[in-house]
T-cell receptor, first 113, second 114 residues
Framework: QKEVEQNSGPLSVPEGAIASLNCTYSDRGSQSFFWYRQYSGKSPELIMSIYSNGDKEDGRFTAQLNKASQYVSLLIRDSQPSDSATYLCAARFSSGSARQLTFGSGTQLTVLP | SAVISQKPSRDICQRGTSLTIQCQVDSQVTMMFWYRQQPGQSLTLIATANQGSEATYESGFVIDKFPISRPNLTFSTLTVSNMSPEDSSIYLC???????????FGPGTRLTVT
């Protein structure tokens, strides 16, 4: 069964802190991983994609991938109240349709002013 | 990335009726998908909309309930048929990039069935 697991939270961090969001996946052969941000009442917005082991940085966001541990994380540095949202992790599994993404249940993040 | 629009943005429908949701993209795209997001839940893929052929449905979703059309590379429709309150959800279309597999979502259609 193809699964993507996330801690549902809620996760609260103070403004300016680092928020750490975690995700594990079941298919060792998965190649592509994505983080989406979803504000309440809005559709998901792609913020990061990562394909290789290691870190990928984009502004205040860093995605980390460890394929051996089947683990993906998203770090948000200098967290702002505007980062308060639900963060969805998604994986493209190697089995089945290679075009599909499987989404985790999301982690709700609140950044406290 | 492509600009995606959906119509309607929201609707309230009576049990037993059908609603057709439109998804329009401002450029030609190969991959287009339909998702459902029930209140407080994550995204569930309904089907892949294939241009010129029948959609590919995921387990638990059938064509009679969720017929999909994809007449060209910029447009698709999803119909929710014979609706019940359990169909109350947000319906989202997305488009996928064939090289990166990134997906981008439309604004969604919020459906309430009474």
């Amino acid at each position: 069964q193809k699964e993507v697991e996330q801690n549902s939270g809620p996760l609260s961090v103070p403004e300016g802190a680092i928020a750490s969001l975690n995700c594990t996946y079941s298919d060792r052969g998965s190649q592509s991983f994505f983080w989406y941000r979803q504000y309440s009442g809005k559709s998901p917005e792609l913020i990061m994609s990562i394909y290789s082991n290691g870190d990928k940085e984009d502004g205040r966001f860093t995605a980390q991938l460890n394929k051996a541990s089947q683990y993906v994380s998203l770090l948000i540095r200098d967290s702002q109240p505007s980062d308060s949202a639900t963060y969805l992790c998604a994986a493209r599994f190697s089995s089945g349709s290679a075009r599909q993404l499987t989404f985790g249940s999301g982690t709700q993040l609140t950044v406290l002013p | 990335s492509a600009v995606i629009s959906q119509k309607p943005s929201r609707d309230i429908c009576q049990r037993g009726t059908s609603l057709t949701i439109q998804c329009q993209v401002d450029s030609q795209v190969t991959m287009m998908f339909w998702y459902r997001q029930q209140p407080g839940q994550s995204l569930t893929l309904i089907a892949t909309a294939n241009q010129g052929s029948e959609a590919t449905y995921e387990s638990g979703f059938v064509i009679d309930k969720f017929p999909i059309s994809r007449p060209n590379l910029t447009f698709s429709t999803l119909t929710v048929s014979n609706m019940s309150p359990e169909d109350s959800s947000i319906y989202l279309c997305s488009v996928g990039d064939v090289s990166s597999y990134e997906q981008y979502f439309g604004p969604g259609t919020r459906l309430t069935v009474t």
